[in-house]
């Protein structure tokens, strides 16, 4: 497969990968001069034109949905910048930057496997999950 266009490389560079991965995505940390450091998901293309083609509109819906949430007022990420509008131009990959929110991740605190960050309590449980039924109630 040819090495299709990042787009993205100009502003914020390469990236340092994290260790999460997500269904169809690489996830990145990546610097930019003009904004506070992100994260970048770009989308790890298929070779089968069908894969592709499904995997392209699941993220455009993805973004759509983000940026849709954050202005609802739900607790996620802003997304400072994506190529969307680039869906059914098959040489570029698709990708968006989106704010970094600091600290471990949901996963990481309540998987008993790092040592170094405690279990959450049941008040925070029950925050965590009064905080999710908020932003399901804006979907």
């Not at 490389?9 to 992100?38: C, M, Y």
């Not at 993805?62 to 202005?71: A, D, G, S, T, V």
């Amino acid at each position: 497969m040819n090495k299709l266009k990042q787009p993205w490389i100009d502003k914020w560079g390469l990236g340092e990968p994290l260790g999460d991965k997500s269904g169809q995505g690489e996830l990145l940390l990546v610097p930019n001069r003009a904004n506070p450091k992100g994260i970048l998901k770009h989308l790890v293309e298929k070779s089968e034109e069908e894969d592709r083609s499904q995997a392209r509109f699941r993220m455009v819906e993805e973004i759509k949905n983000q940026k849709k949430l954050k202005q609802a007022g739900a607790k996620v990420p802003e997304v400072f910048e994506s190529n969307e509008n680039d869906e059914h131009d098959r040489g570029t990959e698709l990708y968006f930057v989106m704010e970094l929110i600091p600290g471990p991740t949901l996963d990481e605190l309540i998987t008993p496997q790092n040592k170094a960050l405690r279990s959450l309590s049941i008040d925070e449980s029950v925050k965590v999950c009064l905080e999710l039924t908020k932003t399901l109630r804006i979907f």
